[in-house]
């Protein structure tokens, strides 16, 4: 996927470059590849994160894989956790009857689905539940795992990101908009006829 630009954001304290991708003529995001930035970043993240959630009372964490999964683990280290849970989006054999809930993503072609291995229920059910992922866009991802979280009887208490791009996930999240914490946002890109990229907040 050649890159057409770059966008320089804040992620809480770390500043970073994120290459710009167009999905069309005349749409583009800039892309946030979490683990081709390092355990550093990820840790500082985490920690920064953590600090954001700490007047929660989280006891799990649970991430979408596979971009979710560096912060989750550095989410859950600096919350004093050492437990966590992943909603697989890849069909393994331990989650042949395990909870699913279909799920489209900005960047990710067509329908997949959420898949959760049955014998992991019983460390979200009843608790706390801090949903980890490392970007909020559409929403698609974020709200299917809202709702398998919440179907296992998971408490949902927030939504964790590294960062939120453009607006559409507020109407997508309606009132759980309110659970979300990020360490920062991030526009998407209009793309005219001679290709100028164009900053867009809202939806």
């Given at each position: 996927?050649?890159?057409?630009?770059?966008?320089?954001?804040?992620?809480?304290?770390?500043?970073?470059?994120?290459?710009?991708?167009?999905?069309?003529?005349?749409?583009?995001?800039?892309?946030m590849?979490?683990?081709?930035?390092?355990?550093?970043?990820?840790?500082?993240?985490?920690?920064?994160?953590?600090?954001?959630?700490?007047d929660?009372?989280?006891?799990?964490?649970?991430?979408?894989?596979?971009?979710?999964?560096?912060?989750?683990?550095?989410?859950?280290?600096?919350?004093?956790?050492?437990?966590?849970?992943?909603?697989?989006?890849?069909?393994?054999i331990?989650?042949?009857?395990?909870?699913?809930?279909?799920?489209?993503?900005?960047?990710?072609?067509?329908?997949?689905?959420?898949?959760?291995?049955?014998?992991?229920?019983?460390?979200v059910?009843?608790?706390?539940?801090?949903?980890?992922?490392?970007?909020i866009?559409?929403?698609?991802?974020?709200?299917?795992?809202?709702?398998?979280?919440?179907?296992?009887?998971?408490?949902?208490?927030a939504?964790?990101?590294?960062?939120t791009?453009?607006?559409?996930?507020r109407?997508?999240?309606?009132?759980?908009?309110?659970?979300?914490?990020?360490?920062?946002?991030?526009?998407?890109?209009?793309?005219?006829?001679?290709?100028?990229?164009?900053?867009?907040?809202?939806?």
């Amino acid at each position: 996927m050649a890159h057409i630009g770059l966008h320089h954001t804040t992620i809480g304290s770390q500043g970073i470059d994120l290459p710009v991708v167009a999905l069309s003529e005349t749409l583009a995001i800039a892309l946030m590849i979490t683990v081709d930035h390092g355990v550093a970043f990820c840790a500082k993240a985490g920690t920064e994160l953590a600090a954001m959630l700490d007047d929660l009372e989280v006891e799990v964490v649970v991430t979408v894989a596979t971009m979710g999964i560096p912060l989750a683990i550095e989410t859950t280290r600096a919350l004093g956790l050492d437990d966590y849970a992943i909603l697989h989006k890849t069909p393994k054999i331990h989650l042949a009857d395990g909870e699913s809930e279909p799920v489209v993503s900005i960047t990710t072609a067509g329908e997949q689905r959420l898949l959760f291995d049955r014998e992991r229920i019983r460390v979200v059910t009843g608790r706390r539940v801090a949903i980890i992922d490392d970007v909020i866009s559409t929403g698609g991802s974020i709200t299917a795992a809202l709702r398998l979280v919440r179907r296992i009887g998971g408490l949902p208490v927030a939504l964790g990101c590294l960062l939120t791009e453009g607006a559409t996930w507020r109407t997508a999240l309606g009132d759980d908009a309110d659970l979300v914490r990020s360490l920062g946002e991030i526009p998407v890109f209009d793309r005219s006829a001679d290709g100028e990229l164009s900053e867009v907040w809202e939806g």
